[in-house]
């Protein structure tokens, strides 16, 4: 580790918000996005994750090693794309500056004659943009007069990601610390696995099987991350904690906003700020799903969601073909992340998406000249059918349909639909000592429901109709068991956690319309008293910083982030704390590098934390999660190395995988001391090396020890 740890991390942070910004604003500029400069802007961290996830797959079969080179080329090249475009730009304005001079010069002469004429296309023009319908009818980005307030927007932006980056980071004693649950071993190794092979393909990849190249698994965020530590020379952990701030501070709030964008027309500078703090208002989400699993891949595609859910509604919505296939293309592009990040986000999106398809049926057939009524019911009969249709697709493919049909363990934690809608509406379901913040919760759900009735009033009652589906799923989820359980919420694996996160992806849009329909309120108040200006020359950026000092410091949010420094804390009590190592193991895990050669794998039970050592020294071990290996080589050392003189098998065995070195870790065992027998069942031919004289001490640091063997040798 550095001597300067947080001076790394910082610059990390800076390095990796650039970098992911010219990679997802580079497609969107050169496709003609300099119209919607900030939609643009918004979109761009969720465009960088698609194409990272998109190239891997693709430097696969173009046989393109996946390094720190291609990378930095591949950067390169898009930051010479934008900066070409930004030249032809700028000349072909000066062009038409020129042509506009000539054409003023020569018309000048004849302007007296045709005045009349010139006064009465203009009154025309007038007219009808007077008469034009509401934005909301002709499309969400067809109007400019809500165009974003560059100053106000731009220093949201960086407020938010900065503070949430202080959030976040308070809780780490130091920057390379890790999640120490049960999903973190397996993401941190297969970040590392995808830089040691150099190929970061979701279509090749299995590191528990014995084909390791072979199996799929949606891995964008381990693209993103991988990408990260090789470009700034990053442990792993370090760059885990680096991309977790970018998705949860920047991919995350950008993706709302840009959601934000298309349902607020020309209130979009306001709308567009609160929805940046009204990002970290709930629990739920991002906070929740930070320390719960941890469920790195589903933060990510939560965090895309928005994003993907703005181009939908934007294709639903827009009458110009330009506007239309451009919005497709990007509807394809983010597609692609998503189902990378996490594939079980794409059913929540298509389901939040229900809405929109009835308004683009709707509108198609009112445009054919269909009275509003019968186009409501037809649209209404269509989106039925198609949910019904993909519902009986759904039971026709093998993978879905066993995940909505094998029994899953979950419990609902009410016995009644009632109880579960009820709590779901006042915001308490994840939250820790509920009680102690009632009044923050309901004062949230106040300002969601109010968030209802401005979206009703401006005729965006889709939106609406997206943010009750979402709670409604969640009610029911929270309260029913059985075979239905597994069929309606299968996708999700049918875990509590995983859906009730999905809440705020609709419900940030409902309570940043609160928010503006209290500020519109308490504006008119102020004027009617007789103040023309506000205290400040931006107010809503003032209301802005305010509400995320509010959110962010809340009691709730404290709650769940106290209960983050734990995960990531490496305390003494294990039997508290449930880590996976002790500070002692952890300093020897960091030591790795310097002591196992490259080339050789490390051994050790992975439910003592000795699966780490992967992404701590960047070295192979042999069982990378804390999962049962499917890999029958590696299951047989683990039962048999210890009879490595007396089983002519062991040896062949250790030299094919250069498995010399043992870690030794017999102290935290994850989830505490439960089951802590079964799980060294898996693993008895670990034990007892140095006393049958199978192997010596290379390190150790406390109990904590370092074992090569001294038999098997090549």
């Given at each position: 580790m550095s ?10 942070c800076l390095?990796?918000f650039?970098y992911l910004?010219?990679i997802g604003f580079?497609p969107?500029?050169?496709l003609g ?7 643009s802007v918004?979109l761009s961290?969720?465009?960088a994750?698609s ?7 693709a430097?696969?079969?173009?046989k393109?090693p996946?390094?720190r080179e291609?990378?930095l080329?591949l950067?390169a090249?898009f930051?010479v794309?934008?900066i ?15 042509n506009?001079?000539k054409?003023s ?15 009465g296309s203009?009154d025309?023009?007038i007219?009808g943009?007077?008469k034009?319908k509401?934005?909301?009818n002709?499309g969400?980005?067809e109007?400019?007069?809500?165009e974003i307030n560059?100053?106000?927007t731009?220093?949201?932006l960086a407020i938010v990601?900065i503070?949430f980056g202080l959030?976040?980071f308070s ?5 390379d610390l890790?999640s120490?649950?049960y999903?973190a ?10 830089i040691s092979?150099?190929d970061?393909s979701s ?6 099987g014995t084909?390791q190249?072979?199996g ?5 965020w381990?693209?993103?991350?991988s990408a990260i530590?090789?470009l700034?020379g ?7 904690n680096?991309?977790?701030w970018?998705?949860m501070g920047?991919?995350?709030p950008?993706s ?6 298309v349902?607020?027309?020309?209130k979009?500078?306001k ?8 990002s970290y208002?709930?629990v739920?989400?991002p906070?929740l799903i ?5 469920l790195?891949p589903?933060?990510?595609s939560y ?6 859910l703005?181009l939908i ?7 110009r073909?330009?506007?239309?296939l451009l919005?497709?293309?990007?509807i ?7 189902a990378?990040?996490q594939?079980?986000?794409v059913?929540?999106v ?8 009835y308004m ?5 057939l009112c445009d054919i ?7 409501a019911?037809f649209?209404?009969?269509l989106t039925?059918a ?11 493919i093998?993978t879905i ?7 899953v363990?979950?419990?609902?934690p009410?016995e009644?639909?009632g109880d579960?809608l009820w ?5 308490v379901?994840?939250m820790l000592?509920w ?10 759900q ?7 009735v401005?979206?009703v009033?401006?005729r965006r009652g889709?939106i ?7 709670i409604m799923?969640?009610?029911?989820l929270f309260?029913?068991?059985?075979p ?5 919420f299968g996708f999700?694996y ?7 996160s ?9 309570l940043?319309?609160?928010?503006l329909?209290?500020?519109?309120w308490?504006?008119?108040q102020i004027?009617?008293?007789?103040k023309?200006k ?6 809503e950026?003032t209301?802005?910083i305010?509400a995320?000092?509010?959110?962010m410091?809340s009691?709730?949010?404290t709650?769940?982030m106290?209960?983050l420094s734990m995960?990531?804390d490496l305390?003494e009590?294990?039997?508290v704390s449930?880590e996976?190592v002790?500070?002692d ?11 196992v050669?490259?080339?050789d794998?490390?051994?050790?039970n ?7 050592a992967q992404?701590?020294s960047g070295r192979k071990v042999?069982?990378?999660?804390l ?5 029958p080589?590696?299951i047989?050392?683990?039962?048999n190395?210890n009879?490595a003189k007396v089983?002519?098998?062991v040896?062949?065995?250790v ?6 070195y043992?870690l030794d ?13 079964h799980r ?18 290379v390190?150790q ?5 370092l074992l090569?063997l ?5």
């Amino acid at each position: 580790m550095s001597a300067f740890p947080w001076l790394v991390l910082t610059l990390a942070c800076l390095g990796t918000f650039l970098y992911l910004f010219i990679i997802g604003f580079a497609p969107i500029f050169l496709l003609g996005g300099k119209k919607h400069v900030f939609f643009s802007v918004f979109l761009s961290p969720a465009v960088a994750v698609s194409v990272l996830a998109a190239w891997a797959i693709a430097s696969h079969y173009l046989k393109i090693p996946w390094n720190r080179e291609n990378l930095l080329a591949l950067g390169a090249v898009f930051a010479v794309a934008i900066i070409a475009r930004l030249i032809f730009e700028v000349v072909n304005e000066k062009r038409h500056k020129q042509n506009r001079h000539k054409v003023s010069q020569h018309t000048f002469a004849d302007s007296s004659t045709d005045s009349k004429k010139v006064r009465g296309s203009s009154d025309i023009a007038i007219e009808g943009k007077a008469k034009s319908k509401s934005v909301w009818n002709t499309g969400p980005l067809e109007n400019n007069n809500g165009e974003i307030n560059a100053k106000v927007t731009a220093l949201l932006l960086a407020i938010v990601g900065i503070g949430f980056g202080l959030l976040y980071f308070s809780q780490f004693e130091r920057p390379d610390l890790f999640s120490q649950t049960y999903d973190a071993v397996f993401h941190l190794n297969q970040t590392q696995w995808f830089i040691s092979r150099q190929d970061g393909s979701s279509f090749h990849t299995n590191i528990l099987g014995t084909n390791q190249m072979k199996g799929f698994y949606p891995s964008a965020w381990h693209d993103v991350t991988s990408a990260i530590a090789m470009l700034f020379g990053l442990k792993v952990p370090l760059a885990t904690n680096v991309v977790s701030w970018w998705v949860m501070g920047i991919v995350w709030p950008f993706s709302n906003a840009a959601f934000a964008y298309v349902i607020g027309s020309d209130k979009r500078t306001k709308l567009v700020s609160f929805v940046l703090v009204a990002s970290y208002a709930f629990v739920a989400f991002p906070y929740l799903i930070a320390y719960w699993g941890v469920l790195y891949p589903t933060v990510l595609s939560y965090s895309l969601a928005p994003a993907l859910l703005a181009l939908i509604y934007t294709f639903a919505q827009t009458r110009r073909i330009r506007t239309a296939l451009l919005a497709l293309g990007g509807i394809l592009l983010l597609f692609v992340g998503v189902a990378l990040a996490q594939t079980a986000t794409v059913f929540l999106v298509a389901v939040l998406s229900l809405p929109a398809f009835y308004m683009f049926i709707r509108h198609i057939l009112c445009d054919i000249k269909f009275p509003r009524w019968l186009a409501a019911i037809f649209a209404f009969g269509l989106t039925v059918a198609l949910v019904l249709g993909l519902d009986n697709l759904s039971m026709r493919i093998p993978t879905i349909k066993h995940l909505r049909t094998a029994f899953v363990g979950w419990d609902p934690p009410y016995e009644s639909f009632g109880d579960s809608l009820w709590y779901t509406l006042m915001g308490v379901v994840p939250m820790l000592m509920w009680t102690q913040a009632l009044i923050y919760s309901i004062s949230v759900q106040i300002l969601c429901l109010l968030g209802c009735v401005w979206l009703v009033k401006h005729r965006r009652g889709t939106i609406v109709v997206a943010y009750f589906t979402v709670i409604m799923m969640a009610a029911t989820l929270f309260s029913i068991t059985g075979p239905w359980r597994e069929y309606l919420f299968g996708f999700w694996y049918t875990d509590n956690n995983r859906l009730v996160s999905a809440i705020p992806i609709a419900a940030v849009q409902t309570l940043s319309a609160g928010m503006l329909l209290v500020y519109e309120w308490f504006s008119k108040q102020i004027k009617i008293v007789g103040k023309s200006k506000l205290l400040f020359k931006y107010p809503e950026l003032t209301v802005s910083i305010v509400a995320l000092g509010l959110y962010m410091g809340s009691a709730p949010v404290t709650a769940v982030m106290h209960q983050l420094s734990m995960i990531y804390d490496l305390d003494e009590d294990p039997i508290v704390s449930e880590e996976l190592v002790s500070k002692d193991e952890f300093e020897l895990l960091n030591r790795l590098e310097r002591e196992v050669p490259k080339q050789d794998t490390i051994l050790g039970n992975p439910w003592y934390g000795t699966a780490l050592a992967q992404p701590y020294s960047g070295r192979k071990v042999l069982f990378p999660h804390l999962a049962d290996s499917n890999n029958p080589d590696a299951i047989y050392l683990a039962r048999n190395l210890n009879r490595a003189k007396v089983d002519p098998k062991v040896c062949p065995l250790v030299r094919k995988y250069q498995a010399y070195y043992v870690l030794d870790f017999s102290g935290n065992v994850l989830w505490g001391g439960r089951d802590k027998e079964h799980r060294q069942m898996n693993y008895p031919g670990l034990n007892n090396l140095v006393p049958l004289d199978l192997a010596t001490v290379v390190d150790q640091e406390g109990e904590a020890r370092l074992l090569k063997l001294t038999v098997c040798q090549p």
